[in-house]
């Protein structure tokens, strides 16, 4: 596919500078979203076009792509009277870029089926920054054919492609990658949090943890906001709660259980009802601190 013409619904910090990076290298887009800023932003660029539904996105587009905040939203997006499969077009494709439920992605693949159309689901990996300059890592799965049909778009959008295999695969992988991250910061933000209770030095703390097996990146973070006090991991609370209730209602659908994960998910809807979902996660530190029995 050559210079298919995109179709791009969610002008976030991510989605915004995802297209960016598509208009530099040349495609022309059609975009929607509900604030009009962003794109005004888009179409001031030059080679886009403000759309007024997905049913018209959809139908003008011979690729669509989402990058949105939950499931419920894409579902919204995609079912509505004038929604994406209202309008999509016999051979175009639909990439969800957002983390989404897996059974949800499965459900919308197999109805743009019904009308000849294709589906990839491609969470993503790392920062806005690094989607500006298309250098992001993509988890794309979905019928080969297909994503290999799309994959030089994709290849202008991330330094890493990784193909899983059937669809839903790219949105279990990244719930699986974030039950794994938010456990980890979350435990971490614990420690630092208990220490200080402990009367031992955070930054001591740090020292040793971090010349052993346990550092890593998001230990760094970690250790940014409770010993330093910056916040620098572009990630909120609220997003990380919503993850891992996702990531609980596909062990649900595997039948299986994830104690670790129910953990988790208390500790940030607790951080939530406290007011805290704006903050970046390890700021969860914070509630810690202030927990008592």
């Known amino acids: 596919m050559s210079k298919p013409v995109i179709g791009f619904i969610g002008l976030g910090l991510m989605g915004s500078n995802m297209v960016e990076c598509l208009q530099k290298n040349g495609f022309e887009l059609n975009v929607m979203d509900l604030n009009k800023d962003a794109v005004a932003a888009v179409v001031a660029r030059g080679g886009a076009t403000e759309v007024t539904s997905p049913a018209e996105l959809a139908a003008a587009s011979d690729i669509v792509m989402l990058c949105l905040t939950t499931s419920e939203v894409v579902e919204k997006l995609i079912y509505a009277d004038d929604g994406i499969l209202a309008g999509i077009k016999e051979g175009s494709v639909l990439i969800d870029f957002g983390t989404s439920i897996p059974a949800s992605t499965r459900k919308i693949g197999a109805d743009l089926a019904k009308k000849g159309a294709g ?27 297909t994503f290999d049909k799309v994959k030089p778009v994709l290849d202008v959008q991330g330094e890493n492609i990784f193909y899983l295999g059937a669809l839903g695969a790219g949105h279990t992988t990244k719930l699986i990658n974030n039950f794994m991250g938010m456990t980890t910061v979350c435990t971490m933000s614990q420690a630092f949090a208990v220490a200080d209770r402990a009367g031992v ?8 943890m971090s010349t052993g097996p346990s550092n890593s990146p998001f230990m760094q973070f970690c250790k940014n906001y409770a010993v330093d006090g910056v916040s620098d991991l572009g990630f909120s609370i609220a997003n990380a709660n919503k993850d891992i209730g996702y990531f609980l209602e596909m062990a ?38 202030k927990l008592k029995k």
């Open 252 to 289: 649900k659908d595997l039948d299986t259980r994830t104690e670790i994960a129910e953990g988790t998910s208390s500790n940030l809807k607790a951080a939530v009802e406290a007011g805290m979902g704006n903050g970046n996660v390890p700021e969860i530190f914070d509630y810690f601190l």
């Open 119 to 145: 589906m990839i689901d491609a969470p993503l990996g790392r920062t806005p920054a690094h989607a500006k300059d298309g250098l992001l890592n993509i988890m794309a799965a979905g019928d080969k054919t």
């Open 201 to 208: 030095d955070r930054q001591q703390l740090f020292e040793i």
